[in-house]
């Protein structure tokens, strides 16, 4: 296709600070790539041309869509296209001994960081009540942040955050002892040679004429100085984003660099890419609408030439007969409109979500993917408690047995296992009757073990007895408080943001029970399990086999940003899911426009047929509560005016009773 006028202007405008806002689905892609080959027509030599962006795959295709516009050139230069990661670890591999590393560095990965970590805590004598992965998590969050060892002190608000401040310094002076940097150094560590060393900050700079930055409104602080840095003098930046898709400040980036580009740079020309070549005036009529609640954020709407059908709102019972609906809305598309499973995608917020629209999906054979998010059967939580399922109805199955029998810990150890385990294989039986008074293996055990062991036999014994008796929710919630599965959350998750998110997961498997029970109120336990693995082994095999080529998408949004299909069904419109819970009680503004924002990424996907679905009521830990409609469901479809919209933002809407 050709150019239209504003992307021409992008493209021939060569020099000064250029902000292209290129709204979902404009044409951002190849906006950049003709400017990059308009540039080196006009003279430019091609390695005087820096673009940078988020991906390899971004700068990969990026590159090949330049080399395809351009006649191959006898020197072989080539414009300079990479990750903000692969810049910086460029310059470092030039400049980094002024920081005291050699420039041969190595890049260390989880499990090396994690190696380091444990050591520190350890001289820190925090006698394991501090895992390795939280101050991990914790110090990139402050390195992303752009915040140095001598500061992280100032920042902390939580007793745990002074110890992790402290370690902080002594992680980082192991690492340039031993040599190495982690994945976040490499933006932070050219930042500071940036900082320090003015005269490497121009040497790098002068390597460049022209620089291009793909998806600006992700730049985290440490990117947005590098880059600035970098054109500063001769202050021919054009950067290419869409505020109206910042979705990832939870991970550092900073909607702000965006919005404030024309301040930073007061002569920057501003083009507004809004012709839309994705999704039919209908769904961008409702994007459109929903957007502009936003306060901060750049003008801008979409338009389409292309016409279609209303988007459609599915208003279902509860959360299975959402499952249910969707599911069959697929099926129908697939039988008379022949689509195929890959023309579809189901979007949703929280990892808790896919379980249902798993389950359907499996039971209809319908082939699916699931990015973004753990399978539902895939969490260690969920993982954890079907085995204990599976001891219970079958207690010789020893790779179950083994997962559960020391989680949470009942001193039950390793070189304890490792005996039970010789045993069963040396007489050829199961681990299970190893547990048994009578066997070699308990006897060679301490009295301590021996006891935990018996006390282990005799709450599966009783446990099992119980399910025999009674399968329903609640005795699954009385089983999980038996075997303390929340002391396992504790132990393992500190944070309380992600053992709450844990926890909700359990929660998941008390639904799971109660949905199954309502279509066979005669289940037992044994029936559920066969449940859960509906299609069974020949379905699983056949699906892997066509899941990368065709199959239904199951999503969060975040993983779907920058995907398009032609049908798209977001589930879950309720306040608390979408927006999110934490953002609801967030007292600023910030974490609703970046849930509004979210929201609008996922109208955006869908080229041809939109379905938003909700629940009016829905099981939460065995238990059916009312819920509300999202705030964003009255937006969308003009309904702003409702009484009930500005009650549901001010939070005080009563929970209804399910009839709406």
């Given at each position: ?373 753990q399978s539902f059967f895939d969490r260690k939580e969920i993982k954890d ?266 939070g005080k809407t009563p929970q209804n009773n399910g009839q709406q």
């Amino acid at each position: 296709m050709s150019l239209n006028a504003a992307q021409r202007s992008a493209v021939e405008t060569l020099s000064g600070p250029l902000l292209v806002l290129a709204g979902a689905g404009t044409g951002k892609t190849r906006v950049v790539t003709y400017r990059i080959a308009r540039l080196i027509k006009s003279g430019v030599e091609p390695d005087r041309i820096l673009a940078v962006t988020f991906t390899n795959k971004a700068a990969r295709e990026m590159l090949e869509r330049v080399a395809a516009l351009l006649p191959k050139r006898s020197d072989n230069k080539k414009p300079e296209i990479s990750t903000f990661h692969s810049l910086c670890v460029r310059i470092l591999r030039r400049q980094i001994h002024l920081l005291g590393f050699p420039n041969q560095f190595s890049i260390y990965d989880r499990g090396d960081q994690e190696s380091i970590a444990r050591q520190l805590l350890r001289d820190y004598k925090t006698n394991g009540s501090t895992r390795p992965s939280d101050f991990l998590k914790k110090v990139s969050e402050w390195k992303s942040a752009g915040i140095r060892p001598s500061q992280a002190l100032e920042t902390a608000q939580y007793s745990q955050d002074y110890l992790f401040a402290t370690a902080y310094a002594s992680y980082q002076n192991r690492l340039r002892d031993l040599g190495a940097v982690d994945f976040d150094d490499i933006l932070l560590l050219t930042e500071e040679l940036f900082e320090r060393f003015p005269e490497v900050k121009q040497k790098e700079a002068a390597r460049f004429d022209r620089i291009l930055v793909d998806e600006y409104q992700d730049t985290n602080m440490s990117q947005y100085r590098i880059i600035s840095g970098l054109a500063e003098t001769h202050r021919n930046l054009c950067v290419v984003g869409d505020d109206d898709q910042a979705i990832y400040g939870w991970r550092g980036a900073e909607v702000r660099h965006i919005l404030n580009f024309k301040r930073d740079w007061p002569d920057a020309k501003t083009v507004r890419l809004e012709e839309n070549y994705r999704s039919t005036e209908q769904i961008l009529s409702w994007a459109n609408r929903l957007i502009e609640f936003n306060r901060l954020r750049h003008s801008k709407r979409l338009r389409s030439i292309v016409q279609g059908e209303t988007p459609h709102i599915l208003r279902c019972q509860d959360g299975d007969a959402e499952a249910k609906r969707v599911v069959a809305s697929i099926q129908r598309r697939i039988d008379e409109a022949h689509r195929r499973p890959r023309d579809f995608a189901i979007l949703f917020r929280t990892n808790e979500q896919p379980r249902a629209f798993e389950m359907e999906l499996r039971a209809a054979k319908i082939p699916y993917n699931i990015v973004g998010g753990q399978s539902f059967f895939d969490r260690k939580e969920i993982k954890d408690i079907m085995s204990y399922f599976r001891a219970l109805i079958h207690p010789r199955d020893d790779v179950s047995l083994l997962r559960i029998i020391n989680a949470p810990p009942r001193h039950i150890g390793s070189a304890t296992l490792g005996k039970l385990r010789q045993f069963a294989i040396s007489n050829k039986k199961p681990i299970w009757d190893a547990l048994k008074a009578e066997s070699e293996a308990f006897q060679s055990l301490d009295p301590k073990t021996q006891d935990a062991i018996t006390n282990f036999r005799l709450l599966m014994k009783t446990q099992a007895q119980k399910f025999r008796v009674n399968f329903s929710p609640k005795t699954v919630e009385s089983f999980l408080e038996a075997i303390r599965y929340q002391d396992e959350l504790v132990r393992l998750y500190p944070d309380e943001a992600e053992r709450k998110a844990r926890n909700d997961s359990v929660g998941e498997v008390l639904d799971a029970v109660a949905s199954y029970l309502k279509e066979h109120p005669n289940g037992t336990l044994s029936s559920f399990l066969d449940d859960s693995a509906l299609g069974g082994s020949d379905f699983s095999s056949k699906q892997d086999k066509v899941a990368q080529d065709n199959a239904v998408l199951l999503s969060t949004y975040h993983a779907a940003k920058g995907l398009e299909f032609p049908e798209v069904y977001m589930v879950g419109l309720e306040e608390g899911i979408l927006p999110h819970r934490r953002s609801i009680e967030d007292l600023s503004e910030q974490g609703i426009e970046e849930e509004r924002r979210l929201c609008y990424v996922g109208v955006t996907r869908a080229q041809k047929r939109l379905t938003l679905s909700l629940a009016v009521q829905r099981l939460n830990r065995g238990k059916m509560k009312a819920t509300i409609p999202s705030r964003f469901l009255y937006e969308i479809t003009g309904q702003s005016d409702n009484p009930r919209y500005h009650a549901v933002k001010s939070g005080k809407t009563p929970q209804n009773n399910g009839q709406q």
